[in-house]
């Protein structure tokens, strides 16, 4: 996504798929703005253009931990009463959604 | 499609297949890891991917994975991170899967399958990777709606990929037998395709039979067997054939197989590439696992099922069939094996276990462990048929009656009277009898008809009521007739 100097970085078009990817319709003026943002944003982060990273691992995860699990035992359930109430519709202990199709 | 066509072609197969893990509980929450509960009974807030909660990798489903790699030949990671993989939809209460990216838990394994002429072809497993599975979703029929079930979210799933190493669908159908057979044996999955616990979807593309570039592929989706899988293979490659030789090009895309039709089906999605933006899972730490750890674990695989297919073939002399079927199941194998400990006739013991054995097995719906027979048991029988004490129809009843009641094939033999009559006096004065009754005949093996020894065997038989030994018998009337 990060071109050559100076250019913008950052389109309405990209703006456009990442909100799309994102389930979220966007107005036009919402579209100006969050381009004009996002380029803001890019061209700060930008600055770590200028360290040398040739010789650093790439980094997934900052804290100093690593190896932690949970021992295969049951611990109990939501009641499907309760896992259903966040449900915004149901039916028959199911989860009800629009139709998808893929 | 003729042959000249089909030889102008080669097809190009990799294989993805699912495979959920039976831990007791999910992968990164404590809630059941069961199939057919009722609808959303084994959920919490953690696989509800509800706001605040935080994932913790089960350390049995990493266990069973890496031992499932180490079977696989994969070497294990010394890094493995999770990853997100962002997709919308509803069986995905999260938005995302955790999934693994780019540093999974193991890569460059192999797999071994039958090739021509006995000899063996290694196909490469470019991967093996943790995630979580997804919920299930029931497309409710005339309604604007769907029905979702997030039971199985959180299942872990291990998804073991193949490189494009295959070129039929039945070497396809060779390596997922072979796969679930390994699988098997480390018991780390039920590997049942209906059931879900085992799932495969296939990549396929065709090329001029020399030429070094993959063509475009297709991949194959929504078969429910094995059968399914080789069927679906041999239809898109037909399909495949047939569009280059009519100068169309293979649209890469997603096919579901329909298995009623015998075809597969585009799915006709909008043809937007997926975008899953995948970044490292920031609830989750890294996973560094130590070679003690490894090394455990590569120890408590037992011997694999090509191994011992192998072994039987070299140790036993069995036949490339038997010992095919030997190890088609590991307690049939382990049965095998103490029995011919007991009674060194492997040959015997082989046709005992796959005739009477496998069918009573099969007819009851049971398991090897589950019968009353012993390997004691079995090689007694057999044992005493090679001795004579027993016929072939009394060591069938003897084996009957041992699955039947559980009781010793010794005690079984004594209750039953079926033990054979071999004392001679007995015999003679019963061979004495059917002369007498029989001059005819007896007439006409005097004069050396031969063939009619058999006659007078099988009336003493009727007059024993079958506990005679036919052997001495035949000696019997022999001597007293033709000497």
Redesign the interface.
Known sequence: MIKTKGSKIVTQDDVRYIAS?S?ISLRDEEMARLTRNLEDILHYVRKLEEVDVRHIEPT??V?P??????????????T?ED??Q?AV?Q???????????? | MNQVVQQKYETVIGLEVHLQLK???KIF????NVFGR????????VC?G?PGTLP???????AYAMKAALALNCQINSFI?FDRK?Y???DLPKGYQISQYD?PIASHGYLEIPAEDGRVKRITIKRAHLEEDAGK????EG????????NRTGTPLMEIVTEPDLRSSQEAYDYLQNLKLTLQYLNVSDCDMEKGSLRCDANISIRETGDPCLGTKTELKNMNSFKAVKAALEFEERRQQKALESGERIVQETRLWDEGRGATVS?R?KEEAH?Y?YF?E?D??????DEGVIDTIRRSIPELPQQKYKRFRSEYKLSDYDANIMVQDADVANFFEACARLYPQPKKICNWIQGPLLQELNARKAHVRDLRMTPEYLTTIIRKTDENVLSNLAAKEAFQHVMETGKSADEVIEQKGLAQVSDSGILESVVEEVIRDNEKVAGQIREGKESAVGFLVGQAMRKTQGKANPKILGELIRRRLLA
């Open positions: 990817l389930r997934s995860h804290l931990l690593k190896n932690v699990y949970r021992e295969d035992r049951m611990r109990p359930s939501l499907r896992a259903l966040i519709q039916h028959e202990g199911f989860f009800k959604v629009p139709k998808v199709i893929q | 831990t007791e509980t929450c404590g809630c059941a009722e609808p959303n009974a084994q959920v919490c807030p509800l509800l913790v990798l089960n350390k049995k489903a990493l991170k962002n919308y939809y509803p540093n979703l029931i497309h409710d309604t604007n709606s769907s029905l979702v079930d997030y799915m999605s975008d933006r490292p920031p989750l730490v890294p996973f560094v696992v």
